[in-house]
Antibody, heavy 122, light 111 residues
C-alpha cells in the first residue's frame, strides 16, 4: 500500500529549529518528486517546498533561506529541516507525492500523509 | 491567494453545485493544468480531480472539472451529506519559483 507518514512536529520557541520526516512505503521517494504543504490553523493549504526526482529543490518565498528539503534514499524518507522558526510557521505540515502525467507533462499531488503539527510560540 | 475561490457554497441533497477557481494569465490562463482536492473535516487533503477534468480511480462521477480561459470549475451533482468538506484548486504560476499555487479553499455545506 502506498503511504506517507509524517513525524517530528512539536512545540518550539521562535528562532529554534525542527526537522520533519516523511516516511514513505509502497514507492521510492527518490524516484518521485515530493512536496511539503502546510495548513495554518483554520486556514487554507500553502505549498512550502518541492524536491524533484532529479534532485532540484524549490521553496516558497515565505520559507526560502530558512527551510531545507532533502531525502534519504537508503531510508526512503523525505525531510524538511526548518530553522529560524517564526510564529507564522505554526501549521499542520503535510508531505505529498507529486505524480507526473507524462502525456501532458504536469504534476499533481496524488498521495498525502496525515500531517504533523508544528507550533512556534514563546 | 493567487487563485480565487468563493469562501463558501451550499446546496441541498441531490442538487448540483459548482465551485469556481479564478486565476490569471500567469497561471491558469497560461495553460497550466488545474487540480482539485477535497479535505473532509479533520482529514488530510485527497486528490479529487487532476489535469482539469480527470478523476482518480474511486472518485465518483458526480464530481467533474473543467477549465476555460483563466478559470476552472468543480461541479458536484447529486449532492450528498458526505460531500460536506473544504475544496481546494491548485495550479502553477510562471512567476513563482517552484510554481505550485493553491486557491484559498471553499467550504461546501450540504443543507
Amino acid at each position: 500500500e502506498v503511504q506517507l507518514v509524517e513525524s517530528g512536529g512539536g512545540l518550539v520557541r521562535p528562532g529554534e529549529s525542527l526537522r520533519l520526516s516523511c516516511a514513505a512505503s509502497g514507492f521510492t521517494v527518490s524516484s518521485n518528486s515530493m512536496s511539503w504543504v502546510r495548513q495554518a490553523p483554520g486556514k487554507g493549504l500553502e505549498w512550502v517546498s518541492l524536491i524533484y526526482n532529479g534532485g532540484a529543490t524549490y521553496y516558497a518565498d515565505s520559507v526560502r533561506g530558512r527551510f531545507t528539503i532533502s531525502r534519504d534514499t537508503s531510508k526512503n524518507i523525505l525531510y524538511l529541516q526548518m530553522s529560524s522558526l517564526r510564529p507564522e510557521d505554526t501549521a499542520l505540515y503535510y508531505c505529498a507525492r507529486e505524480e507526473l502525467n507524462y502525456d501532458y507533462y504536469y504534476y499533481y499531488m496524488d498521495v498525502w500523509g496525515k500531517g504533523t503539527t508544528v507550533t512556534v510560540s514563546s | 491567494s493567487v487563485l480565487t475561490q468563493p469562501p463558501s457554497v451550499s446546496g441541498a441533497p441531490g442538487q448540483r453545485v459548482t465551485i469556481s477557481c479564478t486565476g490569471s494569465n500567469s497561471n491558469i490562463g497560461a495553460g497550466f493544468d488545474v487540480h482539485w482536492y477535497q479535505q473532509l473535516p479533520g482529514a488530510a487533503p485527497k486528490l479529487l480531480i487532476f489535469g482539469n477534468s480527470n478523476r482518480p480511480s474511486g472518485v465518483p462521477d458526480r464530481f467533474s472539472g473543467s477549465k476555460s480561459g483563466t478559470s476552472a470549475s468543480l461541479a458536484i451533482t447529486g449532492l450528498q451529506a458526505e460531500d460536506e468538506a473544504d475544496y481546494y484548486c491548485q495550479s502553477f504560476d510562471a512567476n513563482l519559483s517552484g510554481s505550485r499555487i493553491f486557491g484559498g479553499g471553499t467550504k461546501l455545506t450540504v443543507l
